[in-house]
T-cell receptor, first 113, second 112 residues
């Protein structure tokens, strides 16, 4: 079983839709959770960072963590064509450094005008 | 304007040649990382460094080498020993002990 599982999609939605992106993980030691957005041929951009169960909101983006189910989600409200990108989840366990950041393989999202 | 720069954006080399990819950051970050990204594979860690003059192998270090002589710079050399060097290479940095990593724009290397 892979440490982090993420559905690669592709996911295609109409403009204005609510998008739900998800990752599951197997390592109960993971405590820090991140979502990155990567446009085609660009480097990933950090969108959200959280370390506790529950929701964290930033504008149209909401990150949700359920440690009991080992499941994290990113919700995008009122999706826009500019949200079309690949979304990567990432997570790590506290061990004195950030070298063990584990990434999902990414979900490709297309928002159609 | 703080950030991470990688150069060049595109790089073409013949098989058997070593090539060095540049990564510079002005974020005053202690730690720097090199990842390789292939379609369907996600990000794989090549090397990382948490302090000047020290670095550790990641999951796929074979065929690669790095140096960390300055805090701001972490160049990656792809040697002729790397069997499949064609890929998108990403450099990242973070404050030491902090998990949030910030990425550069990437270098796409093509070896023929």
């Amino acid at each position: 079983q892979k440490e982090v599982e993420q559905d690669p999609g592709p996911l295609s939605v109409p403009e204005g839709a609510i998008v739900s992106l998800n990752c599951t993980y197997s390592n109960s030691a993971f405590q820090y959770f991140m979502w990155y957005r990567q446009y085609s041929r660009k480097g990933p951009e950090l969108l959200m960072y959280t370390y506790s169960s529950g929701n964290k909101e930033d504008g149209r983006f909401t990150a949700q963590v359920d440690k009991s189910s080992k499941y994290i989600s990113l919700f995008i409200r009122d999706s826009q064509p500019s949200d079309s990108a690949t979304y990567l989840c990432a997570m790590s366990a506290p061990q004195g450094g950030s070298e063990k950041l584990v990434f999902g393989k990414g979900t490709k999202l297309t928002v159609n005008p | 304007d703080g950030g991470i720069t990688q150069s060049p954006k595109y790089l073409f080399r013949k098989e058997g040649q070593n090539v060095t990819l540049s990564c510079e950051q002005n974020l005053n970050h202690d730690a720097m990382y090199w990842y390789r990204q292939d379609p369907g594979q996600g990000l794989r860690l090549i090397y990382y460094s948490q302090i000047v003059n020290d670095f550790q192998k990641g999951d796929i270090a074979e065929g690669y080498s790095v140096s960390r002589e300055k805090k701001e710079s972490f160049p990656l050399t792809v040697t002729s020993a790397q069997k499949n060097p064609t890929a998108f290479y990403l450099c990242a940095s973070s404050m030491k002990g902090i998990d949030e990593q910030y990425f550069g724009p990437g270098t796409r290397l093509t070896v023929t």
